[in-house]
């Protein structure tokens, strides 16, 4: 499967950006997906996780509540609606994929997109 994140921008503190990741080269709904996230000088942090029928969604401590994943397997898309930004935020979000259960950990997804990159300012 081939992952596709798109929907970065530049934008204030307080203001909603949402985040696609469009799949191709198979159905999505064979795959758990997730959203990681790399500010600069950092390592890559799981921000949120929804498994194959979205019955199970996770998100990291420092997003719930401002955060809502989602998806629409009819469309091949995972969505990443973001709310109340903040500008700890910005970072390069990758969307990435795995079969099997929703993980918080990077290191069990074998399918990641490029990255989009969401700055926001104070």
């Known amino acids: 499967v081939q992952l596709q994140a798109s929907g970065g921008g530049l934008v204030q503190a307080g203001d909603s950006l949402r985040l696609s990741c469009t799949a191709s080269?198979?159905?999505?709904?064979?795959?758990?997906m997730a959203w990681f996230r790399q500010a600069p000088g950092r390592e890559r942090s799981f921000v949120a996780a929804?498994?194959?029928?979205?019955?199970?969604?996770y998100y990291a401590d420092s997003v719930k509540g401002r955060f809502t994943m989602s998806r629409d397997n009819a469309k091949n898309t995972a969505f990443l609606q973001m709310n109340s930004l903040e500008p700890g935020d910005t970072a390069v979000y990758y969307c990435?994929?795995?079969?099997?259960?929703?993980?918080?950990?990077?290191?069990?997804?074998?399918?990641w997109g490029q990255g989009t990159l969401v700055t926001v300012s104070s």
């Open positions: 990435a994929a795995r079969i099997g259960s929703g993980q918080l950990r990077s290191e069990l997804y074998n399918y």
């Open positions: 929804i498994g194959r029928t979205a019955t199970r969604i």
């Open positions: 080269g198979s159905n999505l709904s064979a795959y758990s």
